[in-house]
């Protein structure tokens, strides 16, 4: 089966910037999320939806983060304004919603460089 | 936040030598999961250990699972060169509903098995 895919593979901006980055989850997956990795550190979750519904973004700084997931398939994370501390691989996942024991596909990630 | 550690940070090995991770975490959990991260590429499930199971086998892995100390360890038996990859693991609230898929990583562990 196809996997996660994700679009660009790298990104190179100035800060203050904007940036999106797209997602296309497995086929059937309900759940998608946006995960933040910073060099040298594990995945922080920023945004979990399920279909087209925002599950949980605690972590999502709203003030320059966005990210939706119209019609419950692809997804896109949008930085504005990027911030030098922004620059992390941006890993989007998919998973089947309500099981207890789920696993996480993830993509290859987005690899955001803010100079 | 991070949920936890893992220990070492970075772990070098000979070919054939057998490698062991540990990861330590914070809060209930329904389950623990490890992932591997090979430089520059998305993350990709190793084995899933419910809260009630204690070890678990997946060919050359072994994983165990001690929730009255919070701990978890990855074995990795007769280690290839090919295993070379950052390890982490990953913990599962037992909060339930759409919350079973809310992943939380831990820093990772740097393996390097040299041939």
């Known amino acids: 089966e196809a996997g996660v895919a994700q679009s660009p593979r790298y990104k190179i901006i100035e800060k203050r910037q904007s940036v999106a980055f797209w997602c296309n989850p497995i086929s059937g997956h309900a759940t998608l999320y946006w995960y933040q990795q910073i060099l040298g550190q594990g995945p922080k979750l920023l945004i979990q939806?399920?279909?087209?519904?925002?599950?949980?973004d605690s972590q999502l700084p709203k003030d320059r983060f966005s990210a939706e997931r119209l019609k419950g398939v692809d997804s896109t994370l949008k930085i504005q304004p990027a911030k030098l501390e922004d620059s992390a691989v941006y890993l989007c996942?998919?998973?089947?919603?309500?099981?207890?024991?789920?696993?996480?596909?993830f993509g290859q990630g987005t690899r955001l460089t803010v100079v | 936040s991070q949920q936890g550690e893992e220990d070492p940070q970075a772990l070098s090995i000979q070919e054939g030598e057998n490698a062991t991770m540990n990861c330590s975490y914070k809060?209930?959990?329904?389950?623990l999961q490890w992932y591997r991260q090979n430089s520059g590429r998305g993350l990709v499930h190793l084995i899933l250990i419910r809260s009630n199971e204690r070890e678990k086998h997946s060919g050359r892995l072994r994983v165990t699972l001690d929730t009255s100390k919070k701990s978890s360890s990855l074995l990795i038996t007769a280690s290839r060169a090919a295993d070379t990859a950052s390890y982490f693991c990953a913990t599962a609230p037992s909060a339930g509903g759409t919350s079973y898929g809310k992943l939380t990583f831990g820093q990772g562990t740097i393996l390097t098995v040299h041939p």
């Open positions: 809060t209930s959990i329904n389950n």
């Open positions: 939806f399920q279909n087209n519904g925002v599950v949980d």
């Open positions: 996942a998919s998973s089947f919603p309500w099981t207890k024991d789920t696993e996480a596909f």
